[in-house]
């Protein structure tokens, strides 16, 4: 890493802590996804190298894929890549996509896509994956920050952190709870 007139964001570490991916900007527009690997020869190699940029990559639970974010389409959508050796590609989404994550047995892969969060049934066969119809889980209204804009609380993907609020219908109106602090003092009664 630090190679000069590149910009370099780490963004995942593989389960069995030998490689870094990260994201490699190269320019303004010119985005791809590296590899550094932790033991041994620490030479960074390319996982993503096109013309239209690749990011955000996060290591399956298994750590034999790689999902990201690519710009083929024109827009962001998910793909999966095989991981060390990258070159086929898999593409998940369907109708754009962004920050992939994966459930915690591999089984599933998790993205937004215009507001809704979404889920992938995804299977390996013989090296290769075969994916699911998205599935959308619910609607969010998500704030992107340092530590982004969602997380799994669970590792089976039963619960997120969001960070943002839900979108609430006309018939869920929001509840104001007003000292709230001497609920807690009596139990609640």
Avoid: C
């Amino acid at each position: 890493m630090n190679t000069p007139g590149t910009s370099e964001y780490p963004m995942d570490i593989s389960p069995d802590g030998r490689y870094l991916a990260y994201d490699r900007y190269e320019g303004q527009h010119s985005s791809n996804i590296w590899v550094l690997p932790l033991v041994g020869n620490p030479k960074p190699f390319p996982l993503v190298q096109n013309d239209f940029g690749a990011v955000a990559p996060v290591f399956s639970p298994n750590g034999k894929f790689v999902a990201y974010m690519g710009y083929e389409t024109g827009s962001y959508q998910i793909y999966i890549t095989p991981f060390p050796g990258g070159g086929a590609k898999w593409q998940v989404s369907a109708a754009g996509g962004a920050i992939p994550a994966w459930s915690g047995d591999g089984k599933e892969l998790y993205y937004l896509t215009g507001g809704d969060l979404m889920a992938v049934e995804v299977r390996e066969a013989g090296g290769a994956v075969e994916l699911g119809n998205p599935q959308r889980l619910f609607s969010v209204s998500t704030v992107t920050g340092p530590d982004g804009p969602y997380a799994l609380a669970a590792r089976d993907g039963s619960k997120f952190l969001i960070n943002g609020s839900p979108e609430l219908s006309a018939a869920e109106p929001p509840v104001l709870i007003a000292n709230w602090t001497e609920e807690l003092k009596t139990g609640g009664k």
